[in-house]
């Protein structure tokens, strides 16, 4: 069983809109770098089959050779080797265009997982579009995996409720974080074996951009509007908390 | 008349050769004892110290008095003085058993005037007759045991011990009363349980045959119990000061940093195992703790976990320990017996330890299991594990925080620290940088410098010295933290550190130096106290009751008790919670559970009711975890704000 997951090294996600501050058009260089939030549960996720099934696991990301030093936490966790195509666009179809080419470099992919969207970006869309390029099934929003008698069993998590779904050979999966692949912390051990564990570095190649440019990109301007609810009852309130926020479309 | 030795005795030196064979059973039941505690590892053993302080790891001083003299032991007055009765009583009877064997030996005059009279009759007969007092409180107490007697657990073992001492003192005292009846109405001057057996209970007729049996009696059951003490719970009298004297000299938990240059080396054909899983994992002095501890639950009776319903009792801890290193089993996985929950439910407060009279030290033990399960098993709670990753990727544990690291002093001019410009660095943390309640805390103190003219400046980006990483058990994050702060304080030349919180002045001033960062570290109450000294501050005692809740990283683990107590009552009336000073009780955020949720009920609610019934208009502290700790607890009994930082308390007393 030979898995593959993309993740994406991006800026801080949890910097307070506030503090936000933009250079060249995109996050200020100033904030901390890490891996995407659902890249994580995909390599959680990823991990665990794994574990269950012996097999391998390769990381697989697009972006600079500084991305390295944070793809390493990926494979502190467990992934066997990293495979960076290096390139700077942030066109999805660029990006998935290199990420199939860094696929087809290695044999044998059983199952490609990703986050659920990129904790910059927030498109999601990538996945998608290579799984078309690939031509196997895309389905996104999947919490657990299952693999059984040569098959796979996947639950789609939606804001309603489950759904199951199976698919046999390979497929491109985008993962949302549930309670069971929380990502886990590296092992101290894994964390000087991740330094040991290797690197390909790809150059990217040409693909067809998107016929689409950006003409603006702005921080809104935040304004800090407080309404108190007023109720005793804890619960309650944040089903009116909720409510609201569901109204307002923040959800 | 004079005592004769064996008098009324045939073959009485039967007894004094049966102590050769006593004394080898006694010393090989400690030999067995040693074998158990040699199979923990070696401690690093400095070289030979200072003798008054110690030998090597040694210290003196602690054998003494809180070894022997059982210092600790009192603050339980009841248990304390029954102890002493029992120990003190035993030393003097010991005392007088030689004293007759060098009697019978070379003759040494100890049957003769006063000494006999005062010493050998009187000091004796009080001995055994407190020794008999405090063996049946014990009993009495072993029969009616308090919780923390009873619970997780007792100790077996006790009451056979305890009777058979009982019944050796009782025939000690049947037997003087026999030779005293026999010697035809004459007492013993100072022999006054003896002389009350004589004249009231011992038939004169039967004296003689009653102390012929009663002697022997005495003298084997003697030899039987000293044979028997390393092989039962009394093998403490030995254990217990020696724990005391190799226990760790500076006040409460060192966990000490960890070296982990084995991993880097490629060729290291073993690496350490990090932290403790099974018992071969821990050191001999961990294993002394072991088999030191007499199970009497102190250190449960005040853990904030315990008393709040959570699965976690220190003393369940080691008795667990101390069962499996009594039946050998060194190798067996120990984290699921203890569970991870009641390993990771400690806060570090370290009120276990300064409650123990034996000087265990069980958060080490504690915290060792969590050094295991974080760094070899990638497992922790969940909360804390977000709040790890974000120290590992943001240099901070406040995840999710509404605040940039500049928030905190909007609309400030705070002075960044310019090297060969300034003085001290004042280190604002993580917790103030990020938590909007404790920013107040920085804003206080940057007024109050900035008022009594110092001069100080920050990091242009607060950052955290590591501490919540430690203390969650990964000290590689902390190591890995704790090398970038000290390579940038040197950077920038910096020797003078004022810190905001307990935990980053604990980091600092323990376990920076042994990674090179020696720098001179105030908390900032000591620092607020020192300006008020040299009359920096201009402040208005107001007519206010304020009552200090002792953060267990500045008292309890570094000592700090008075400094904020004088800070306080220069600006208002200083009023204590019946828990205060070395007995505190924690806020509930140490040991990295600010970002746990609680089991049980909540610490922080229950400390915040106890400030409440002391009526105090406002309730100090002096760290930005109990402050938020506290505050968020207070929500339970009022929706006042009563809890301040002292810096806040003392910057709004400046004129």
């Keep these: ?251 | 008349m004079p005592r004769i030795p064996y008098w009324n005795i045939d073959y009485g030196i039967i007894i004094d050769l049966l102590a050769i064979p006593v004394a080898i059973v006694f010393f090989y039941g400690l030999y067995r004892q040693w074998l158990l505690i040699k199979q923990g590892k070696m401690r690093v053993i400095p070289s030979i110290g200072n003798m008054i302080q110690g030998i090597g790891t040694f210290r003196l001083k602690a054998f003494l008095v809180r070894g022997i003299l059982n210092a600790r032991l009192y603050r339980k007055p009841a248990s304390g003085i029954a102890h002493g009765f029992v120990f003190w009583g035993m030393v003097i009877l010991f005392i007088g058993t030689n004293l007759v064997i060098l009697n019978i030996l070379f003759g040494l005059p100890v049957f003769s005037g006063g000494f006999n009279r005062w010493f050998m009759s009187f000091m004796l007969d009080l001995a055994g007759f407190l020794t008999l007092v405090g063996i049946v409180f014990f009993l009495v107490r072993r029969m009616i045991p308090p919780v923390r007697l009873r619970l997780p657990e007792a100790r077996k073992g006790f009451v056979p011990v305890s009777g058979l001492l009982g019944l050796i003192l009782i025939t000690g005292f049947v037997t003087e009363g026999a030779r005293i009846a026999a010697a035809a109405g004459s007492l013993e001057a100072g022999a006054f349980v003896g002389n009350f057996l004589a004249s009231n209970l011992i038939s004169p007729a039967l004296a003689l045959e009653i102390h012929a049996v009663t002697w022997w009696v005495h003298g084997l059951l003697s030899l039987g119990f000293v044979a028997y003490i390393p092989y039962s719970p009394l093998v403490h009298i030995v254990l217990a000061p020696v724990n005391v004297g190799f226990a760790d000299p500076a006040p409460n938990v060192k966990m000490g940093v960890m070296d982990f240059s084995a991993f880097e080396n490629e060729d290291a054909e073993e690496l350490p195992a990090l932290g403790a899983n099974k018992l071969a994992d821990f050191t001999r002095k961990r294993f002394l703790d072991f088999s030191s501890c007499l199970w009497c639950g102190r250190c449960q009776e005040v853990c904030p976990a315990y008393n709040t319903d959570k699965p976690l009792s220190p003393k369940g801890v080691i008795v667990t320990l101390a069962d499996r290193l009594a039946s050998g089993k060194l190798d067996e996985s120990l984290i699921e017996g203890i569970s991870m929950d009641a390993i990771f439910n400690c806060t570090t407060c370290a009120a276990c330890m300064e409650a123990c009279p034996v000087s265990i030290n069980q958060p080490k033990t504690i915290m060792r299991f969590r050094q295991n399960l974080v760094m070899e098993q990638s497992r922790i709670p969940e909360l804390m594990g977000k709040a790890v990753a974000s120290l590992e990727q943001r240099a901070h544990p406040f995840f999710g925080t509404g605040s940039g690291a500049a928030e905190w002093r909007k609309d400030l001019d705070v002075p960044i620290f310019e090297p060969g410009q300034t003085e001290y660095l004042l280190w604002i943390g993580c917790s103030v940088a990020y938590e909007q309640r404790a920013q107040k805390i920085g804003r206080a103190m940057v007024r109050i410098l900035q008022k009594a003219g110092t001069s100080f400046g920050i990091l242009e980006e607060s950052r955290c010295t590591g501490d919540p990483a430690k203390q969650m058990g990964n000290e590689f994050l902390f190591a890995e933290i704790a090398q970038q702060n000290i390579e940038d304080f040197s950077a920038l030349g910096i020797k003078k550190i004022i810190t905001l919180c307990p935990h980053c002045f604990n980091s600092f001033s323990r376990h920076y130096p042994k990674l090179g960062g020696e720098y001179e570290i105030i908390p900032h109450g000591s620092f607020i106290k020192i300006l008020m000294d040299e009359k920096k501050l201009n402040l208005v005692r107001k007519d206010q009751l304020i009552t200090y809740h002792d953060p267990c990283y500045l008292g309890r683990r570094n000592g700090i008790y008075d400094d904020p107590r004088t800070v306080i009552a220069g600006v208002g009336g200083l009023v204590e919670m019946p828990r205060h000073r070395n007995e505190s009780f924690c806020c509930g955020g140490g040991g990295g559970n600010y970002w746990a949720e609680e089991l049980g009920s909540r610490i922080n609610q229950q400390r915040a009711g106890e400030a409440m019934e002391t009526n105090a208009d406002t309730i100090a502290v002096a760290c930005p975890f109990c402050l938020l700790m506290l505050t968020d607890g207070l929500k339970k009994h009022t929706e006042e704000t009563k809890i301040f930082d002292i810096a806040e308390i003392v910057a709004a007393s400046m004129v």
């Design chain 1, 1 to 251: 069983m030979h898995i593959a997951v993309l993740a994406k090294v991006v800026p801080d996600y949890l910097v307070p809109s506030m503090d936000f501050e933009l250079s060249n058009n995109r996050a200020h260089e100033r904030f901390s770098r890490m891996l995407g939030l659902y890249d994580e549960n995909a390599i959680e996720t990823a991990i665990q089959i794994k574990e269950k099934t012996s097999g391998s696991l390769t990381l697989i990301s697009y972006g600079s050779e500084n991305d390295i030093q944070f793809l390493r936490k990926g494979a502190a966790m467990g992934a066997d080797q990293l495979i960076l195509v290096k390139g700077t666009s942030d066109d999805a179809a660029v990006i998935a265009g290199n990420l199939m080419a860094a696929l087809q470099s290695i044999d044998n992919v059983d199952l490609v997982l990703a986050g659920q969207q990129s904790a910059d970006m927030d498109r999601g869309v990538v996945p998608g579009i290579l799984a078309q390029m690939l031509g196997v099934p895309f389905i996104p929003q999947i919490g657990d995996v299952d693999h059984e008698n040569g098959s796979w069993t996947v639950t789609q998590i939606t804001a309603q409720g489950k759904r199951e779904l199976e698919f046999s050979g390979p497929g491109v999966l985008s993962i949302t974080s549930i309670p069971e692949n929380v990502p886990r912390i590296p092992a101290v051990r894994a964390i000087f074996a991740a330094k040991k564990k290797p690197v390909i570095k790809l150059e990217s190649t040409d693909q067809k951009k998107m016929a689409l440019n950006e003409l603006e990109v702005a921080i809104p301007k935040i304004e800090c509007v407080c309404e108190f609810i007023d109720v005793e009852d804890p619960g309650q309130a944040v089903r009116i908390l909720l409510n609201r926020l569901n109204e307002e479309r923040y959800l």
